[in-house]
C-alpha cells in the first residue's frame, strides 16, 4: 500500500500548517485510486505551480511506484477526450475515418503523396503555378522531385491571417510589451525586398543575417526570400573567424547585423566582428543613434537601405529552388552548408500544425536565432499556421523572460534542456502564471526525466513534446503528439509522414543506430560543399525487406529482437547518426549521437546515457561524458566534465565517488571514472550542442593520465 508521512511532506519544503492540510486527501487518492486517476487529482488539486519541486517528485515516485517496470517512465500528463478532439490531427483522423494514432501514422507513410497533398492543402499554400504531382520518384527515393511544374514563393504563404492579426509579440530589453501585426510585418517585409532591388540584387543571390531574433530580423528574412534571393544564416554569437568561412562557402554578397547585441545589461559587439570577418557589404541595425558615422564606406544603415514602398510582387520560382542556406555545428572540422528549398517550410509548418498543434490565434514562443534552424521554423511554423510569433529581446535564463511568457500569454513554449535545467536550479520561474500554455516542445539536446517533470509542473502538468531531427529534415523525424499521454523526456512517435528503422549491423533492434526511410518532404538532397550521398547514403545498411512489405508497425514502430535470418533488400536507408531506444512502453528514448558512443572495458556506452544518470546526481548542473586514449595507446578511459553547484566545487573526491557510485548502480560497475574535472561551463556550439571534440582536446594537452 502507497502512503507518505506528513514527515517526508515537510522534508519537501511545505510548511507544516500546509503538509496537515493536504495529507489526508493525498493518503485517500493513494490508497484508492489507480496510479492514473491519483495523479490526475493530485495535479487538480495539490501539485500547484508554486509549490516546492520536491512535493511534484515526491508524489510522482509515490503514484507511480507500483507501476510496472518495464512500463516506465510514467506518463504525467494524460490527454483528456476533449482534449484529444480539439487537436488539428484529431479533425484529419476524422476526415480520413481512422480511429486511433497509431493507425494514422501508419497511413501518413504508406500514403505519402496523400499526406503531403492534404496537409498541403489543409495550410492553404499558395501556389502561382499549381503542382501536376505531388512527387516524382523518378530518380530514386534518394533524388525524389516534390510539387512537379508547381510555381511559387513560400513567403506569401506566411501571410494569409488577417492584417490586424497580431504577428509577433515582442518585449525589448526591459521595455513593455511590443505587437507588430501581420499587415505591419508584411510592409515591412516588402520594404526589404523592394531595398534589396534597389541594391541592385536579384534572385540567387546569397545574403547573409548574422544578428538577433528580433522582428526586424523576421521582415529581413522573409524579404530575403520573397525577393527570390537565398538567405544565409549565421549565429551572431560566432567569431569573426567563423562568420568568414560561412560568408566563404555561401559567396554571400551581402549581410544584416547590428552594432551591438544587448544581453542582461551588457553590449555585446557585432558589427566589429562582421567587420573583423572581411564581410561584404552590409546593411546595419542600429541600438547606438551615434552609430551611423562609424560604418565602412560600403555599407549602409538600416534607415537608409529600407524602401519606402510597401508593396512587392513576390519572386516565384521553382520548388527545388535554394530559400536558405544552414549550417551543421561545426564541431568535426568545416561546417555543412545545408540548402533549403522552397519545400523545406512545408515540412515546420506540418510538423507545427500536427506535432506542436499550432492553431490561427496561438502565440509561440522558442529561444533561438536564424544561425539555427529552430529560428526559420519558428517563422515558418508560427506564420503559416496564422499564428503569433513571441520574441524575448534578452537572455531567456532570467525571471524577466517568464515574466514574458505570462504576459505574452504564449501557448506553445519552446525550450533547450540546458535552459529548463538552469530554471530548475536557481527558481526563477516560481509562481508565474503559466496557465496559457498548452504545450511545452523541447529540441537540441536529450533531456533529463527529472528536468522535464519540472517543466511540465510550472504549467500545471501541460505535455512536451520531444522533437529531435535535424537541419537536413527541416524539422523532427521522432517527436510527440498532443493524443498520447507525455512520459518525461521520451518520443511517442515517429513524425507523421516519415518513418524510420532502428538497426544492429544491418538487424532490426531495440536500441541501436537509427535511420530514416526516405523520402519525406524536408530532407535535404545536395550540400554546398560536401558529397551528400558520401554524408547520409553511402554504405547504409539496406531496408528490411518486411518493413518493405508495409509493415511499419511491427518492424519500424515495434521493433523485435527475434529477427533471424530476415531478408534484405536494395532500398536506400538514410544515415542521420543517432542512436535510439525503443522502450517496452512504446516509447522511444534518444541515446546520443552515434559518434558519441564509447567503448568502457569493451562494452558500447553512449556518452548521454552516463550523462543522464550522473545529472540526477545531487549539486551537479549538467556534465559531459567523453573518452580518452592514454598517449601510449590502450583501452579509452572515462573523464567527466561537470558543471556543479558552488558547495560542491571544494569536494572534487567526494563528487567522484558519488558519480562512481550513480554509475555503478544505473548503468554498469565496470564504467570507471578516470577523472573528473570541474568546470564553470561546457563548451556549446551556437545550435546548443555541446563541443565534446573540444573537450577530448583539451583533455589530451593537459595529458590527465599524467595526474
Not at 23 to 43: G, H, M
Not at 344 to 352: E, H, I, N, Y
Not at 578 to 590: F, T
Not at 630 to 635: L, T
Request: proline fraction near 6%.
Amino acid at each position: 500500500m502507497k502512503q507518505l508521512s506528513l514527515a517526508q511532506i515537510v522534508n519537501c519544503g511545505v510548511d507544516r500548517e500546509t503538509a496537515i492540510a493536504i495529507l489526508p486527501p493525498i493518503a485517500r487518492w493513494l490508497a484508492a485510486l489507480p496510479a492514473v486517476e491519483c495523479w490526475q487529482q493530485l495535479t487538480r488539486h495539490i501539485l500547484k505551480p508554486d509549490c516546492p519541486f520536491a512535493l511534484h517528485e515526491l508524489l510522482y515516485e509515490t503514484t507511480f511506484s507500483d507501476w510496472d517496470a518495464s512500463q516506465k517512465p510514467a506518463p504525467a500528463w494524460f490527454p483528456s477526450q476533449e482534449e484529444i478532439e480539439s487537436t488539428n490531427i484529431a479533425t484529419l483522423m476524422h476526415q480520413l475515418q481512422i480511429a486511433s494514432y497509431r493507425e494514422f501514422h501508419a497511413w501518413s507513410v504508406q500514403n505519402r503523396d496523400r499526406f503531403w497533398e492534404m496537409t498541403i492543402q489543409r495550410l492553404g499554400i499558395r501556389f502561382r503555378q499549381k503542382y501536376t504531382q505531388i512527387v516524382d520518384l523518378s530518380r530514386g527515393v534518394e533524388f525524389p522531385q516534390w510539387l512537379v511544374n508547381a510555381r511559387f514563393n513560400i513567403v506569401e504563404s506566411c501571410f494569409q491571417a488577417p492584417e490586424d492579426s497580431p504577428a509577433i509579440v515582442f518585449q525589448q530589453d526591459g521595455g513593455l510589451l511590443s505587437t507588430m501585426t501581420y499587415g505591419e510585418l508584411h510592409a515591412l517585409t516588402n520594404r526589404v525586398a523592394n531595398g534589396l532591388v534597389d541594391w541592385g540584387f536579384r534572385p540567387g543571390d546569397a545574403i547573409a543575417i548574422a544578428m538577433p531574433m528580433t522582428a526586424e530580423s523576421v521582415a529581413i528574412y522573409l524579404g530575403i526570400i520573397k525577393a527570390g534571393c537565398v538567405v544565409v544564416s549565421i549565429a551572431d554569437s560566432f567569431a569573426a573567424n567563423e562568420i568568414a568561412i560561412r560568408l566563404r562557402i555561401t559567396q554571400a554578397k551581402a549581410i544584416f547585423t547590428q552594432d551591438y547585441i544587448q544581453r542582461a545589461s551588457k553590449q555585446l559587439p557585432l558589427y566589429s566582428k562582421i567587420v573583423d570577418a572581411d564581410a561584404p557589404k552590409a546593411v546595419v541595425l542600429s541600438l547606438d543613434t551615434s552609430m551611423s558615422g562609424t560604418l565602412r564606406s560600403s555599407d549602409l544603415a538600416w534607415q537608409e537601405f529600407l524602401s519606402l514602398n510597401e508593396r512587392f510582387d513576390a519572386a516565384a520560382t521553382a520548388p527545388e529552388a535554394y530559400t536558405n542556406i544552414l549550417f551543421s555545428s561545426g564541431t568535426t572540422g568545416e561546417p555543412k552548408a545545408i540548402p533549403w528549398t522552397q519545400t523545406t517550410p512545408l515540412k515546420c509548418a506540418v510538423d507545427g500544425h500536427l506535432h506542436q498543434d499550432i492553431h490561427p490565434g496561438d502565440v509561440v514562443a522558442w529561444s533561438t536565432n536564424l544561425g539555427w534552424m529552430m529560428g526559420p521554423w519558428l517563422i515558418y511554423a508560427s506564420l503559416i499556421n496564422r499564428a503569433t510569433i513571441a520574441l524575448y529581446y534578452d537572455a531567456p535564463t532570467e525571471r524577466g523572460f517568464g515574466q514574458f511568457i505570462q504576459a505574452a500569454r504564449v501557448n506553445m513554449l519552446g525550450v533547450v534542456p540546458s535552459l529548463v535545467s538552469i530554471w530548475k536550479t536557481t527558481v526563477c520561474m516560481q509562481g508565474l502564471d503559466w496557465s496559457a500554455i498548452k504545450a511545452f516542445s523541447s529540441t537540441g539536446e536529450c533531456s533529463n526525466p527529472q528536468d522535464m517533470l519540472f517543466l511540465m509542473s510550472l504549467a500545471g502538468y501541460k505535455p512536451i513534446i520531444e522533437y529531435c531531427g535535424g537541419t537536413e529534415i527541416g524539422g523532427a523525424y521522432i517527436t510527440g503528439t498532443l493524443v498520447q499521454p507525455a512520459a518525461p523526456a521520451t518520443f511517442t512517435t515517429p513524425a507523421l509522414g516519415l518513418d524510420f528503422v532502428i538497426l544492429a549491423g544491418d538487424r532490426p533492434t531495440n536500441k541501436g543506430e537509427l535511420f530514416i526511410i526516405p523520402p519525406s518532404i524536408g530532407l535535404s538532397t545536395a550540400l554546398l560543399n560536401k558529397d551528400h550521398h558520401q554524408v547520409y547514403f553511402a554504405d547504409t545498411p539496406p531496408l528490411p525487406s518486411a518493413v518493405r512489405a508495409g509493415l511499419p508497425d511491427q518492424f519500424v514502430n515495434q521493433p523485435v529482437t527475434s529477427q533471424e535470418n530476415l531478408p534484405l533488400l536494395s532500398t536506400p536507408l538514410r544515415r542521420h547518426g543517432d542512436w535510439i531506444e525503443y522502450l517496452p512502453n512504446g516509447y522511444y528514448r534518444a541515446c546520443g549521437r552515434v559518434d558519441d558512443t564509447m567503448n568502457l572495458g569493451g562494452i558500447k556506452v553512449s556518452a548521454t546515457e552516463i550523462e543522464q544518470v550522473l545529472n540526477s546526481v545531487a549539486g551537479i548542473y549538467q556534465t559531459a561524458a567523453i573518452a580518452v586514449s592514454p598517449p601510449e595507446g590502450g583501452p579509452s578511459q572515462l573523464v567527466i566534465f561537470a558543471v556543479v553547484a558552488p558547495d560542491r566545487q571544494q569536494d572534487k573526491a567526494t563528487l567522484k565517488t558519488q558519480l562512481q557510485k550513480a554509475i555503478a548502480l544505473q548503468l554498469n560497475p565496470l564504467f570507471k571514472i578516470y577523472d573528473l574535472a570541474i568546470v564553470d561551463a561546457l563548451p556549446r556550439t551556437a545550435s546548443n550542442k555541446v563541443m565534446r571534440r573540444a573537450l577530448r582536446d583539451w583533455a589530451s594537452s593537459t595529458n590527465v593520465f599524467n595526474k
